[in-house]
């Protein structure tokens, strides 16, 4: 089992940057495709972002193309997400998550263990 804790998370201006972090233990996720989603109050949670194992193929939704950037550091099992230019819309509870897969997915019922997730608020 993998246990998956998220951090980082926090109220910015549109415009500014967050760091997301999400440390995994109690097993590595060397094996593992790592992805990010996001849930906004009344709406479904919904992906964000998708990395393979082995970190050369990711994967990201349109809205957040070219803003955002997943990343992954296998020896301090642990996963990114760089988010600048941050918007209103934006603004979500962002959760980790990973899959037993090497390839990347961008499905929630692919992915096996979640985080608690990390708010993210976007000021106007």
């Known amino acids: 089992q993998v246990q998956l804790v998220e951090s980082g998370g926090g109220l910015v201006q549109a415009g500014g940057s967050l760091r997301l972090t999400c440390a995994a233990s109690k097993r590595t996720i060397y094996w593992y495709a790592m992805g990010w989603f996001r849930q906004a109050p009344g709406k479904e949670r919904e992906f964000v972002a998708a990395l393979s194992a082995n970190g050369d193929t990711s994967h990201y939704t349109d809205s957040v193309k070219g803003r955002f950037t997943i990343s992954r550091d296998n020896a301090k099992n642990t996963a990114y997400l760089q988010m600048n230019s941050l918007k209103p819309e934006d603004t979500a509870t962002y959760y980790c998550?990973?899959?037993?897969?090497?390839?990347?997915?961008?499905?929630?019922?692919?992915?096996?263990?979640w985080g608690q997730g990390t708010q993210v608020t976007v000021s106007s």
């Open positions: 998550a990973a899959g037993r897969y090497l390839r990347l997915r961008v499905g929630l019922t692919d992915y096996d263990y």
